[in-house]
């Protein structure tokens, strides 16, 4: 049931839950307008291609994080009215979709290695099985946070605020998620980095400015460090949050200038940063068949089953 009060002493919690909900609205509006600013990008190198894992990956990413934004508007604007019901769900949306989105981008990854180091089985048989191993425990996680949460709402002077709270070490847990997901993209940054420079170098010994090839893993490492920035800068964000200057008083105004500094990384991650990683190379490869001077390449390497990136004869 909502707690009503009309308490004074409740204003302080009233302006930093506003000042919250400026952050939150301005993170989703800023990704909508990415949204329709690449959206005729995406309709050519998404919609109009033929269909394949990376096409739904893409699509499921892109538009499962602007969900993801919709909801944290309505769960977090204090105009907007609640329920104890509603607050409850999509605090549970949130948590579920986070975890979604985690799977698709690790997917995403590991399909993005698995063509650079040439389809090999020794790097694709380790990725998988470490991948589903964290997967396991990650949503393990999450069940356990959904069994082991709550929600309220505070209806202080007419405005709602959504409160969720956790039974145990709910934020703990969280947190051990965000920690295993810093391992994992270290470990495939490493492993991105480490093939590219190889080959790079391979191809620049073997022809001045390292062909077509060099070019496609260029692409490919730019974007991978964004994401990879991106990522490290939100669980930063996440694991900050264990400070007791911060999880003791969640109310106050540099608590939730703090989280909604985290919305913001965290959605520009999830739904710019995250898709880019498939729409930066389909925009490459777009660029190489506009190019009459890429039909004198004589191999390919294939980023997903249908779309291939033309490459130089030196792979």
């Known amino acids: 049931m909502p707690l009503v009060s009309d308490d004074p002493a409740w204003w302080p919690t009233i302006d930093a839950s506003i000042v919250a909900s400026y952050f939150i609205v301005a993170a989703s ?74 799977g698709i981008l690790g997917v ?7 063509a650079m180091y040439e ?18 425990v990650n949503g393990t996680i999450a069940g356990s946070v959904t069994k082991n949460s709550s929600a309220v709402v505070l209806v202080l002077s007419g405005s709602y605020v959504c409160s969720p709270s956790f039974n145990g070490n709910g934020v703990l847990l969280v ?16 492993l991105a980095v480490w093939i590219a420079v190889k080959h790079i170098c391979e191809l620049r010994r073997s022809s001045p400015g390292g062909g077509i090839l060099g070019d496609c893993f260029m692409v490919m490492i730019k974007t991978h460090v964004a994401y990879f920035t991106g990522f490290v800068a939100v669980s930063c964000f996440q694991i900050g949050y264990l400070s007791p200057t911060l999880s003791t008083n969640p109310y106050s105004l540099e608590t939730q200038v ?46 997903n089953k249908r779309v291939h990136i033309t490459t130089g004869s030196g792979v």
């Open 119 to 136: 389809r090999s089985r020794k790097v694709l048989i380790p990725l998988v099985v470490t991948f589903l191993a964290l997967s396991i």
């Open 258 to 303: 703090y989280l909604g500094f985290s919305q913001i990384f965290t959605l520009v991650q999830m739904v710019v940063l995250g898709p880019r990683l498939i729409l930066s190379v389909r925009e490459f490869n777009a660029t190489l068949k506009a190019d009459p001077d890429a039909g004198t390449a004589t191999s390919s390497v294939a980023f």
């Open 175 to 190: 947190d051990i998620t965000w920690i295993i997901g810093i391992a994992w993209e270290v470990v495939a940054l490493c």
């Open 29 to 102: 509006v800023g990704v909508w307008y990415d949204w329709a600013l690449t959206l005729a990008q995406e309709i050519e190198l998404i919609w109009r291609q033929r269909w394949s894992l990376m096409t739904t990956l893409y699509l499921c990413l892109r538009y499962v994080g602007l969900v993801y934004a919709v909801i944290s508007i309505l769960s977090q604007v204090p105009t907007i009215p609640l329920t104890d019901t509603s607050c409850y769900a999509f605090f549970i949306a949130i948590n579920w979709i986070t975890f979604i989105s985690t």
């Open 108 to 114: 995403i990854m590991i399909v993005r290695l698995y």
